[in-house]
């Protein structure tokens, strides 16, 4: 049963502190999303990349977010630094293609927390 | 600027009853419309996609139907079942090519099925 992975599950830090986010993607797919929800916003597209390379980060504060995909079974999201208004559960998604006629599979999300 | 809006944004039910809910749209170019479940702490789970040029998708109890024209999309479930209750989100993936494309969301209606 293929599933999309995130670590860690949940996080409580202070404000000031870096926190990296890791997803591991279904094995095969080629496009990773990272997605934010929160209450007030909903869902909202931070980033995704294709064959590791990204292809839309306009949703980022680039002051402090950054995505990489450091190899094909691993991306990860870094706030740097964190504040209190990062709140927010954070989903990765994989899938075959972006936006296209196939589905979205996403992870159990991080739910982080900055005090 | 497409904006998606489900309503209601909350809904309690008999065990049973058949239901509808309900997404619309504001902009009727779409590539396709998507209804997704999400249960508490957990991730989104992919329902039904319809594409742009079909009126309806069927999966057991569930059918989503699309009228582009109205800017509206309704999931029915039918014979409710307590286990239905989760947050069901609808997102359309607007039309371009490549990095154009988005998935815009709507903040989805939760809902609760009594025993």
């Known amino acids: 049963d293929a599933r999309v992975t995130q670590t860690p599950r949940h996080k409580v830090t202070e404000m000031g502190q870096e926190v990296t986010m890791r997803c591991q993607p279904i094995?095969?797919?080629?496009?990773v999303f990272w997605y934010r929800q929160t209450m007030m916003q909903g869902l909202e597209l931070l980033a995704y990349?294709?064959?590791?390379?990204?292809?839309?980060d306009s949703g980022m504060p680039k002051d402090r977010f950054s995505a990489e995909m450091p190899d094909a079974t691993l991306a990860t999201l870094k706030i740097q630094p964190s504040e209190p208004r990062d709140s927010a559960v954070y989903f990765c998604?994989?899938?075959?293609?972006?936006?296209?006629?196939?589905?979205?599979?996403f992870g159990p999300g991080t739910r982080l927390l900055v005090l | 600027k497409q904006e998606v809006t489900q309503i209601p944004a909350a809904l309690s039910v008999p065990e049973g009853e058949n239901l509808v809910l309900n997404c619309s749209f504001t902009?009727?170019?779409?590539?396709?419309l998507q209804w997704f479940r999400q249960d508490p702490g957990k991730g989104l789970t992919s329902l039904l996609l319809?594409?742009?040029s079909q009126r309806e998708q069927t999966s057991g109890r569930l059918n989503a139907s699309l009228d582009k024209s109205s800017g509206r999309s309704t999931l029915y479930i039918a014979a409710s079942q307590p286990g239905d209750s989760a947050t069901y989100l609808c997102?359309?993936?607007?039309?371009?090519?490549?990095?154009?494309?988005?998935?815009?969301w709507g903040l989805g209606t939760s809902l609760a099925v009594n025993p």
């Open positions: 319809i594409q742009s």
């Open positions: 990349f294709r064959n590791r390379a990204p292809l839309d």
């Open positions: 902009d009727s170019a779409i590539y396709n």
């Open positions: 998604a994989s899938g075959l293609v972006a936006f296209g006629n196939q589905p979205q599979y």
């Open positions: 997102a359309v993936a607007s039309t371009g090519a490549g990095n154009n494309r988005k998935l815009i």
């Open positions: 094995l095969g797919h080629n496009t």
